[in-house]
């Protein structure tokens, strides 16, 4: 389905489809094996005509006052061949008032040979500094202080709003994010509830609509199909967090969807495929 695509889109394409996937990865963790209350989860990522396109391993690490997050991901099957993907993001940050205050993110990929380098700092005055290495290959309108400040990295606005679907029963969010080298607005609703395979009882469902601000490309304005999502959610383990069970986001190649396949933690041992 890949091969035949001009060089140059595949790579803007892939680079948005890998973003998006890294956004609403939803948990990550620093893997340490002692603290008490950590949740892994592997993620199958599929699109086209049954296409294995990616790996996701995610897992959350929360004690009372501390979070810390990580995401890996690994292109499979023919998707390795054009892609050689390897991504790691890891963000950690503070709990106060059942808020999530990030402190820091940073985000190493490995994409066809080249290697992207990004770095986020949350000075507790809310001032927030970004590098990102190389820098774009094409125009971009450029991400102000003033924008990127009271903003959340990608992964804690999707821990947040697992916390929020857990304690209020609504999807209703509204997160302002810069990713270290874009700003946008992510917003979530409610859908009707949906019942999965495999599962026991519906699924909350949630719409995610992203809007940009700033850093993306200046001739590629408006809403792409990328700026929407759609996630299924199943209150698999106890406590303040619900799981992301199904991942669906639109692309210029079509659907991709991500399937929950692995879940442990919190006294739970799930494996849904292998």
């Known amino acids: ?7 140059s889109r595949r790579s803007r394409a892939y680079r948005k489809t890998v973003s998006l996937l890294l956004a609403l990865a939803l948990f990550g963790a620093p893997g340490q094996a002692a603290e008490p209350d ?13 296409l294995h396109f ?3 391993q995610v897992s959350v690490d929360q ?10 991901a690994e292109t499979r099957s023919l998707a390795d061949l054009f892609v050689d993907l390897r991504s790691r993001i890891e963000a950690r940050g503070r709990i106060s008032a059942n808020v999530l205050l ?51 990295d990608q992964l804690t606005a999707y821990l947040a709003l697992a916390r929020h679907l ?18 946008y607005d992510l917003s979530f609703t409610d859908l009707d509830p949906e019942i999965l395979p495999g599962l ?57 969807t991500a399937d929950l396949a692995e879940l442990r933690g919190r006294g739970v041992d799930l494996r849904f495929t292998e």
């Open 1 to 7: 389905m890949l091969a035949w695509m001009p060089r």
């Open 38 to 50: 950590s949740i892994y989860l592997r993620f199958e990522v599929f699109g086209g005509p049954g």
């Open 54 to 56: 990616l790996t996701l």
């Open 166 to 183: 857990a304690g209020h029963g609504s999807c209703a969010l509204a997160l302002a994010v810069f990713d270290g080298r874009r700003r």
């Open 102 to 152: 990030p402190e820091a993110m940073r985000a190493e990929t490995h994409r066809r040979g080249v290697d992207l380098h990004t770095r986020v700092d949350y000075a507790v005055d809310g001032t927030v500094t970004a590098e990102a290495k190389p820098p774009p290959d094409r125009p971009v309108t450029p991400v102000t202080p003033a924008q990127m400040r009271g903003t959340v």
């Open 200 to 256: 026991a009882g519906p699924t909350r469902v949630c719409r995610m609509s992203r809007r940009r601000i700033a850093g993306f490309p200046v001739d590629r304005g408006g809403t792409e199909t990328t700026d929407q999502g759609k996630l299924w959610f199943a209150r698999l383990i106890p406590g303040d967090l619900m799981v992301p069970v199904r991942m669906e986001f639109g692309s210029e190649f079509g659907i991709f």
């Open 63 to 72: 004690s009372k006052e501390h979070y810390s997050l990580v995401v890996d």
